[in-house]
T-cell receptor
Framework: RKEVEQDPGPFNVPEGATVAFNCTYSNSASQSFFWYRQDCRKEPKLLMS???SGNEDGRFTAQLNRASQYISLLIRDSKLSDSATYLC??????????????FGQGTILTVHP | GAVVSQHPSWVICKSGTSVKIECRSL??????MFWYRQFPKQSLMLMAT?????????EQGVEKDKFLINHASLTLSTLTVTSAHPEDSSFYICSAREAGGGGEQFFGPGTRLTVL
């Protein structure tokens, strides 16, 4: 089983649509969680951190369920510029693993006119 | 915000040659830098963790004698792919974590290596 698993995608949605991505992780001791976006042939860029209480940044809402080891990202009112690969990322537990990020395989989103 | 640069941004080399990739934190000091590799249509895979002034820690399955890492200063880490072969062709990305920072990693723009 992969440490971080995401929806395989790809997602093709029209502008203005709402789209949701899901992610599960296997290490219950994982400490922190993120969503990154990666454009083609570019480095990943932090989109937002994910907290147990849920957090929102404009059109983006992230949720974390530690009991289910489940992370989600909701994008409302999709824009063409949201087209990218979205990566679910988990920070491993402490000790020698501190700071090590494990990336999901990514979900490709294409927003069309 | 924190900026990480990589050089070169792309390189094409012949099989058997060695290639050095530099990762620099431009406006902060990084005690720890990470090296990742990303094959087409796959996600980033951590190769090694580089700590300033000490030996790098390699992930399982990554050959330390093939991927030489040096982190000689708080702003520079280098990855040398020795005797590169076509299967080493990949997108290599570094990230840096600020000394005493909250743990966020800042990624470099990546280096695309093509071995002929």
């Amino acid at each position: 089983r992969k440490e971080v698993e995401q929806d395989p995608g790809p997602f093709n949605v029209p502008e203005g649509a709402t789209v949701a991505f899901n992610c599960t992780y296997s290490n219950s001791a994982s400490q922190s969680f993120f969503w990154y976006r990666q454009d083609c042939r570019k480095e990943p860029k932090l989109l937002m951190s994910v907290y147990s209480s849920g957090n929102e940044d404009g059109r983006f809402t992230a949720q974390l369920n530690r009991a289910s080891q489940y992370i989600s990202l909701l994008i409302r009112d999709s824009k063409l510029s949201d087209s990218a690969t979205y990566l679910c990322v988990v920070n491993k537990a402490g000790g020698t693993s501190y700071g090590k990020l494990t990336f999901g395989q990514g979900t490709i989103l294409t927003v069309h006119p | 915000g924190a900026v990480v640069s990589q050089h070169p941004s792309w390189v094409i080399c012949k099989s058997g040659t060695s290639v050095k990739i530099e990762c620099r934190s431009l406006d902060f000091q990084a005690t720890t830098m990470f090296w990742y590799r990303q094959f087409p249509k796959q996600s980033l895979m951590l190769m090694a963790t580089s700590n300033e002034g000490s030996k790098a820690t390699y992930e399982q399955g990554v050959e330390k004698d093939k991927f030489l890492i040096n982190h000689a200063s708080l702003t520079l880490s280098t990855l040398t792919v020795t005797s590169a072969h076509p299967e080493d062709s990949s997108f290599y990305i570094c990230s840096a974590r600020e000394a005493g920072g909250g743990g966020e990693q800042f990624f470099g723009p990546g280096t695309r290596l093509t071995v002929l």
